[in-house]
């Protein structure tokens, strides 16, 4: 199974908006309303931040939204702060009953 | 608060198993709630799905990994566990377990609990 696509690096102004996009097939982002987003700050594990496209667990900030247009999801986060800079990284339910996670994106809050 | 924590050995020799272990706490293994899954993560590069289990043993796996990947569980000692055989130097790679909520259908949803990874350096 292909890695989903995600830019490599996105960066933003503290107080901004960015989005991080998430491209699959239709048969992984594009089939099914199970993608997810990862934050993973150095030498930590993942901590889950947006779930079923837009759901936020309890605790994750308002300032983190997820939508998903055809086989592309996105993640944005807004009103941008420093502790925001980190890893992100998207995943989703596969038609082969798997699931598969994006390459990973480098958020520098400039 | 459910917790996991990976345990097995650092070091791997070229052609060997890796076996890991993920002991659960605060919660059981055995509910139809949750999978339970590995992910593995080379230095300085993204995350990788290892596979997942569910309680009654059924078992999904990543394509890439599918020849050389057995993920167990065993109840009684609410613990599940990988072993990777014929491991390479491409092996390396912090080893995380997770937990997955499960979706409707069978489907998984997410991953909503991570242990803190235990890295596994495959080198003689």
């Known amino acids: 199974q292909s890695a989903l696509t995600q830019p490599a690096s996105v960066s933003g102004s503290p107080g901004q908006s960015i989005t991080i996009s998430c491209t699959g097939t239709?048969?992984?982002?594009?089939?099914?309303?199970?993608v997810s987003w990862y934050q993973q700050h150095p030498g930590k594990a993942p901590k889950l931040m947006i779930y079923?496209?837009?759901h936020r667990p309890s605790g994750v900030s308002s300032r983190f939204s997820g939508s998903k247009s055809g086989n592309t999801a996105s993640l944005t986060i807004s009103g941008l702060q420093a502790e925001d800079e980190s890893d992100y990284y998207c995943?989703?339910?596969?038609?082969?009953?798997?699931?598969?996670f994006g390459g990973g994106t480098k958020l520098t809050v400039l | 608060q459910v917790q996991l924590q990976e345990s097995g050995p650092g070091l791997v020799k070229p052609s060997e198993t890796l076996s890991l272990t993920c002991t659960v706490s605060g919660g059981s293994v055995s509910t139809d709630t949750y999978y339970w899954s590995w992910v593995r993560q080379p230095p300085g590069k993204g995350l990788e799905w290892i596979g997942y289990i569910y309680y009654s043993g059924s078992t999904n796996y990543n394509p890439s990994l599918k020849s050389r990947v057995t993920i167990s569980v065993d109840t009684s000692k609410n613990q599940f566990s990988v072993n990777l055989s014929s491991v390479t130097a491409a092996d390396t790679a912090l080893y995380y377990c997770a937990r997955v909520r499960a979706g409707t259908g069978m489907r998984t949803s997410h991953f909503d609990n991570w242990g803190q990874g235990t890295l596994v350096i495959v080198s003689s």
């Open positions: 239709s048969s992984d982002v594009g089939g099914y309303n199970y």
């Open positions: 995943s989703s339910y596969t038609s082969n009953n798997t699931q598969v």
């Open positions: 079923d496209v837009s």
